[in-house]
């Protein structure tokens, strides 16, 4: 199975709650940037699964339209922040095993399921910027067990776009 991580892409500052921030015209450019990006890379998602929280929502938007199937989003509730990342992989467990999914969530928790997945002590080490995206090799869904193919800051993403 192969998922790529993706960190929302930037967001306004205020909105009447943290859940409902939209992304900022900067944050639509860099999510723009990450689905084209993942286009010229080759990447084809089975599916794209994205944090309920507006930003996380339209950012997944925004890849699956360049990414050319907008039909692929769903939200699941376990790519808020303070979930686990069994909680992850549970849910990777009820896909085939090559199947391709896009992950959109936050920090820290990303870089803490990156970190945990490939058996690293340090989530810092794996923190994404937003837009930004880390790609993961998983043939055995079992914590220290995934094997990081990539990590691409929202610079790189722009270039390759």
């Not at 050319?68 to 509730?77: M, N, R």
Request: aromatic share 4%; proline share 4%.
């Amino acid at each position: 199975m192969t998922v790529y991580f993706l960190r929302h892409a930037a967001a306004i500052r205020e909105a009447p709650t943290d859940a409902e921030r939209k992304l900022s015209k900067k944050g639509r450019q860099e999510a723009q940037s990450a689905g084209n990006a993942l286009h010229r890379l080759g990447v084809r998602p089975d599916l794209i699964w994205s944090s309920p929280l507006v930003r996380a929502r339209q950012t997944a938007e925004i890849v699956a339209e360049a990414l050319g199937d907008s039909s692929k989003v769903a939200i699941q509730e376990e790519l808020e922040n303070e979930n686990s990342t069994q909680q992850i992989l549970d849910l990777l467990k009820s896909l085939p095993a090559d199947s391709e999914v896009v992950l959109v969530g936050h920090m820290p928790s990303l870089a803490e399921h990156l970190a945990a997945l490939v058996g690293a002590n340090d989530p810092g080490n794996f923190s994404l910027d937003k837009g930004g995206v880390a790609c993961l090799r998983l043939d055995d869904l079992r914590l220290g067990k995934g094997e990081l193919r990539f990590r691409l800051r929202n610079e790189q993403l722009e270039r390759i776009a």
